[in-house]
């Protein structure tokens, strides 16, 4: 199994540009989720999904499109990139979404950079 | 918001010292993950606890959850520069699907 897989590793945009963060997993999860890491801080999420179809907002859902048309894919579109945007974006993946018992697992992540 | 405060923020040790990360927060969590996460990487889950007093232990390292489900702590014990790394620890909110991370402990070992 190759895990949670996130391309591109590294990505650089003029502000107002748009661009898509792609996101897969081969273990079959249910839940899907964005989060970003800016320096200093821990990870706040940006959108979820609990299976394919369904999307839910998170803490930091402004600026952020995404959709999930299946059990493996989960992208992250970023309508028109602000310099507010650049962080290191992971994508995470689990069974379900209760944690006592579900194990999340994390992408490599996308390091984002907004001129 | 639930906001979840990790102490302190930074801690460079010499090997073979222990050392104690904090997390704590006004809310109660449902569960607590502490996750370790190296540079260039994401992070990768080290433990959950979830009832109130639980106390879990992972070689040199050993996790507690308050009684109240409020805080947790990490103890390293004889710390080795392998254990460098990044710690965050994450709370599950009763709303479940939606974790609190906090903003993380550096942890550096010198050999």
């Known amino acids: 199994n190759a895990g949670v897989t996130q391309t591109p590793k590294f990505q650089v945009l003029k502000t107002g540009q748009s661009m898509t963060l792609q996101c897969a997993q081969d273990m079959n999860h249910e839940y899907m989720s964005w989060y970003r890491q800016d320096p200093g801080m821990g990870l706040r999420l940006i959108h979820y999904s609990v299976g394919a179809g369904i999307t839910d907002q998170g803490e930091v859902p402004n600026g952020y499109n995404v959709s999930r048309s299946t059990t493996e894919d989960f992208p992250l579109r970023l309508l028109s990139a602000a310099p507010s945007q650049t962080s290191v974006y992971f994508c995470a993946s689990s069974y379900s979404r209760d944690w006592a018992y579900n194990e999340q697992f994390f992408g490599p992540g996308t390091r984002l950079t907004v001129l | 918001t639930q906001l979840l405060e990790q102490s302190p923020q930074f801690l460079s040790i010499q090997e073979g010292e222990n050392l104690t990360v904090y997390c704590n927060s006004s809310s109660v969590f449902s569960s607590l993950q502490w996750y370790r996460q190296e540079p260039g990487e994401g992070p990768v889950l080290l433990v959950t606890?979830?009832?109130?007093?639980e106390v879990k232990k992972l070689k040199r390292l050993t996790f507690q959850f308050g009684d109240a489900r409020k805080d947790s702590s990490l103890h390293i014990t004889a710390a080795q520069p392998g254990d460098t790394g990044l710690y965050l620890c994450?709370?599950?909110?009763?709303?479940?699907?939606?974790?609190?991370f906090g903003d993380g402990t550096t942890l550096t070992v010198k050999p």
């Open positions: 606890v979830v009832t109130g007093g």
């Open positions: 994450a709370g599950e909110s009763t709303n479940a699907g939606k974790s609190t």
